[in-house]
């Protein structure tokens, strides 16, 4: 869970914000923490702190002056307005640090789908929609996959809230993650409206096609009632550390 605690003006005092959604979460053989490998290429350590820190500094300032601005809160649509950017602000920096760590070190993988899963539909979903989450993990998921992995199921969640459970009051929603001795498959499954026909590559779809196809994978998506799938499939790279 993500936890940003907002600076307050001078004389008022911080209140404690963070970001909870229901969720089961099962794990055998996982993964530990990130690797400093999985980190993006560009940025050396030390850059990457000073970008983490800079970046928790700003959010920090952006919700201090939402919760204490006095017009925000004179009425009662303001107090709403207040409350729903306070809510997208700590859901994004959830989404950010699943993805890339933003505002504090990347967890394990179990942590980080089931972050990143919460997140978006807490995000992406209606406030009236009751989506079941369950998160599963087996094996040893290569270091040089780890965030190719999250990235990945980011796009994927992120079609399975907007369309497949478009307008649905109830949904369930299981994401596996299963490493083998040569390759490591994700399966983002629903019970959604699904699609009829041949499948119209969107951004996100395509996206994860792109991800995927820059280590030798693939992603199939396939119906089968009253689910919808999506598998991914990541050979291991050569000299990938063996399955615990």
């Known amino acids: 869970m993500t936890e940003l605690h907002p600076i307050a003006p001078r004389g008022m005092p911080p209140r404690h914000m963070g970001v909870r959604a229901g969720a089961a979460v099962t794990a055998a053989g996982t993964d530990r923490a990130e690797d400093p490998s999985d980190r993006r290429e560009p940025l050396d350590e030390t850059a990457f702190r000073q970008l983490r820190h800079q970046t928790k500094n700003a959010l920090q300032r952006v919700l201090g002056l939402v919760l204490h601005n006095p017009a925000l809160h004179a009425t009662l649509d303001g107090q709403r307005l207040a409350r729903e950017l306070e809510r997208r602000i700590c859901l994004s920096a959830a989404v950010s640090d699943a993805l890339f760590g933003l505002t504090r070190r990347p967890a394990t993988m179990a942590e980080r789908l089931r972050q990143l899963g919460e997140s978006v539909i807490a995000l992406l979903g209606d406030?009236?929609?009751?989506?079941?989450?369950?998160?599963?993990?087996?094996?040893?998921?290569?270091?040089?996959?780890?965030?190719?992995?999250?990235?990945?199921?980011?796009?994927?969640?992120?079609?399975?809230?907007k369309h497949g459970m478009h307008m649905r009051l109830l949904g369930h929603i299981e994401v596996r993650l299963a490493s083998e001795a040569s390759?490591?498959?994700?399966?983002?499954?629903?019970?959604?409206?699904?699609?009829?026909?041949?499948?119209?590559d969107g951004e996100g779809l395509s996206l994860a096609r792109q991800l995927a196809a820059a280590h030798g994978g693939n992603v199939r998506l396939r119906r089968a009632e009253p689910f919808t799938e999506a598998e991914v499939i990541l050979p291991h790279p050569r000299g990938s550390e063996p399955v615990e």
Do not use: S, Y
């Open 127 to 161: 406030m009236e929609q009751m989506l079941h989450l369950d998160v599963a993990t087996q094996g040893h998921c290569p270091p040089p996959l780890r965030g190719t992995v999250v990235r990945i199921a980011h796009e994927l969640l992120g079609n399975t809230v």
């Open 183 to 200: 390759r490591t498959v994700l399966t983002v499954r629903d019970d959604g409206w699904g699609f009829v026909g041949t499948v119209q």
